[in-house]
């Protein structure tokens, strides 16, 4: 490979399994990023790019992830985060969005379950 090529070949940050704990990776460009493992508590990732980056089993709680982009739920999902973790906006929404169809669902599930009880309770009272 010549100089040239070699300059402007695109590398992926790889920190798997790394202690970065409150470091300051604010606006940083994660793009396919390995940080699985990586005990990132209580960093600051603000403003970063999480496209397609690897979270599995990665610390990340009391992390900040103000205005991170393109971080995703199944992300999310494979790390590790508490109470303490700042999430994006755009996560809390979807994460109310969820919450709240589980409730409709749960509600739903409900009112049918009183409604076979009803039933079941009016059919054994006729015997009565």
């Given amino acids: 490979m010549e100089k040239n090529q070699v300059g402007n070949a695109r590398r992926t940050l790889d920190i798997h399994g790394a202690f970065v704990r ?5 606006g940083t460009s994660l793009r396919r990023a390995n940080l699985a493992h ?4 209580n960093a600051s990732f603000r403003d970063a790019d999480f496209e397609g980056a690897v979270l599995t089993g990665t610390i990340l709680r009391g992390t900040d992830l103000t205005g991170a982009k393109n971080l995703t739920v ?55």
């Fill in 38 to 41: 990586a005990d990132a508590a």
């Fill in 22 to 26: 409150r470091a300051d990776l604010s």
């Fill in 74 to 128: 199944e992300q999310l999902a494979a790390a590790i985060i508490d109470g303490d973790t700042i999430l994006p906006g755009y996560i809390i929404s979807i994460a109310q969005s969820l919450v709240a169809r589980v409730r409709e669902n749960k509600r739903m599930r409900m009112n049918h379950r009183i409604k076979i009880v009803e039933s079941c309770a009016f059919r054994f009272a006729r015997y009565f």
